[in-house]
């Protein structure tokens, strides 16, 4: 699958791309599969154990596509977040010296 994106900076990874869709689609298709295939696993039919494997398929695949750009945008709100809290502690220690 070349045609999915896999290097992300954060804003790249910020923008709504091909692979948001990707995921928009694939998530209501686990969630439903999954749905039925465990309800029917439960009454032993093997329709359900096609239908919860087609699910659990879905719902890899689209952790796949996103995960990605999900690494890129936590990791910038990581940095500014470290940056936000080493402001904060300048201040503090600022207000502390009055």
């Known amino acids: 699958m070349a045609f999915i994106k ?15 869709w990707i995921a928009i689609v694939l998530s209501p298709l686990s969630y439903i599969f999954i749905t039925m295939g465990l309800a029917m696993v439960f009454f032993l039919l093997p329709i359900g154990f096609i239908l919860l494997v087609i699910g659990v398929a879905c719902a890899v695949m689209m952790f796949w ?3 990605p750009k999900l690494n890129a ?3 910038d709100y990581e940095k500014k ?3 936000y ?14």
């Open 6 to 20: 896999r290097n992300w900076t954060a804003q790249e990874a910020d923008e709504w791309t091909k692979e948001d």
């Open 65 to 67: 596509v996103m995960n």
């Open 73 to 75: 945008i936590s990791t």
């Open 81 to 83: 977040q470290k940056s």
């Open 85 to 98: 809290l080493d402001e904060l502690e300048d201040i503090q220690r600022w207000e502390e010296r009055k």
